[in-house]
């Protein structure tokens, strides 16, 4: 890739840093799409070991990809998210891939072909870390950031996209443990 090429994509990406997401941090911030992505790519680093038979660097290289959409876009709540939403998202991933020289263009489009067709093991264990992120996440943060439909949700949310593994039912599982601990201690404080 030309310089210039990738300074003009990674200034289209910069995006990510500067659009937040329905989570909130630990400092009382909403979280960037940027660091969902990275801790993402950091639990699928984690969990290599668990999944010894999967491409842990193309989960990886899928992590980071995932919400490339969201530059163009921002990030809409999955309970608010319409099959409309997830079409424009589409077309603003299709417009930034047009902007890298042909092997990059054609290296993540098939990447995002893959992702949308959860069809092999590493476009389902990226989805279902995807979703344990921000089950996690929303853990992590002040139970005040919830709204009050995310007390059930929060219960629910990523089920069917870890029920293809063990592992990830498990920490499904302990997720929500931790829920259920937050929420019975915030209402004990009330």
């Not at 930034?96 to 069809?119: I, T, V």
């Not at 870390?129 to 007390?151: F, G, R």
């Amino acid at each position: 890739m030309e310089i210039k090429e990738l300074i003009h994509f990674i200034g289209l990406l910069e995006k990510l840093k500067c659009n937040t997401r329905h989570s909130w941090t630990t400092s009382g911030r909403k979280e960037s799409v940027a660091e969902h992505s990275f801790m993402l790519a950091v639990m699928a680093y984690l969990v290599k070991d668990s999944f010894p038979k999967t491409d842990m660097n193309k989960v990886i290289v899928m992590c980071l990809l995932h919400d490339f959409g969201e530059a163009v876009t921002g990030d809409i709540p999955a309970f608010e998210k319409t099959r409309t939403d997830e079409d424009t998202e589409e077309e603003a991933i299709a417009g930034l891939l047009s902007e890298l020289p042909d092997k990059q263009r054609e290296e993540m489009s098939a990447l995002f072909r893959e992702m949308k067709e959860m069809k092999t093991p590493e476009a389902k264990l990226c989805k279902g870390l995807d979703k344990m992120e921000a089950v996690l996440q929303h853990n992590e943060a002040d139970i005040s950031t919830w709204l009050p439909l995310e007390y059930e949700l929060q219960l629910k949310y990523g089920e069917k996209e870890v029920e293809f593994s063990p592992y990830l039912t498990a920490l499904k599982a302990q997720l929500n443990e931790d829920s259920r601990k937050k929420i019975t201690k915030e209402k004990e404080s009330m």
